[in-house]
């Protein structure tokens, strides 16, 4: 009977300290503005420019990976299909959106699909923005590349230069350097969806604090993802693109 009772004593211990399954950071190849490699194996480790960087887990859906020799903090998120969104923090408040070039992401639609759900990507982002790049720091500002982007207006004394001191990714224009600059994407029709500081503005009004913008995503083609450090933490704001913020969340707690 005593047997029986530590049998049973220890199966409830088990069952009461058995780790649940938990979502793993998705295999990808992602490249980050400034020529940064990152490649992450399924379920981890995340590497950036060959090196191990320090991966912490924060829900099913939103990872950090930390190298310390750059100083880089990089923002993993899963979308609702498991496409990973990639987002790079720096020193000196440098900070931009990285380019997947490769996941294990389950297909759920055939090519021509997945096409127009990117057309719908670019669709949710801004078709003129003002990028500037102070203290030489590189910046990267969310935009609708798609087709041609010029600079429609050059702020900065320095000559910004397509391929030298201001370039492309997938969603966004970077500048590094000292280029400033109104670039305009002259293929695209022009995009309602809150800009950068709208966007914050509500986050901030919602959460009734005032933020600093880390990144800015956009998800699918209804919601932007807002990453936001306050003074009591780094938060997530989901806000849709009529303006109305839907949720808001702490991710870290300093």
């Known amino acids: 009977m005593r047997r029986h ?4 004593t220890a199966a409830l211990l088990c069952s009461a300290f058995a780790a649940p399954a938990m979502a793993a950071v998705p295999f990808f190849n992602a490249s980050c503005p400034g020529g940064l490699d990152v490649h992450a194996d399924e379920g981890g480790p995340v590497y950036v420019q060959g090196r191990e960087a320090a991966l912490k887990r924060f829900n099913d859906r939103y990872f950090e990976a930390r190298d310390a020799q750059s100083g880089v903090t990089l923002s993993i998120t899963s979308g609702d299909d498991g496409t990973p969104q990639i987002s790079y923090t720096g020193r ?3 900070n931009g959106i990285c380019q997947v070039s490769g996941s294990d992401a389950p297909a759920a639609t055939e090519r021509h699909d997945r096409h127009h759900h ?3 990507e670019g669709a949710a982002l801004p078709s003129e923005v003002t990028c500037e790049s ?3 720091r590189q910046v990267s ?3 609708d590349t798609r087709g041609n982007v010029e600079v429609a207006r050059q702020i900065s004394r320095t000559r910004c230069e397509q391929g030298q001191n201001w370039g492309l990714s997938r969603h966004a224009v970077w500048v590094n350097g000292g280029c400033r600059a109104v670039f305009r994407n002259t293929s695209r029709a022009a995009y309602s969806a809150p ?7 509500a986050c901030n009004t919602r959460k009734g604090a005032q933020g600093t913008l880390v990144t800015q995503v956009p998800v699918g083609s209804d919601y932007q993802e807002l990453i936001i450090d306050y003074p009591d933490g780094r938060f997530l704001c989901m806000l849709r693109n009529s303006g109305e913020v839907q949720s808001v969340t702490p991710v ?3």
Do not use: F, I, P, W
């Not at 009772?5 to 049973?8: D, E, I, N, P």
């Open 5 to 8: 009772a530590v049998s049973l």
């Open 92 to 94: 000196g408040g440098a």
């Open 118 to 120: 990117d057309d719908d």
């Open 134 to 136: 102070t203290d030489q």
């Open 141 to 143: 500002c969310g935009m």
């Open 195 to 201: 800009s950068g500081g709208n966007a914050l503005g």
């Open 252 to 254: 870290r707690h300093r």
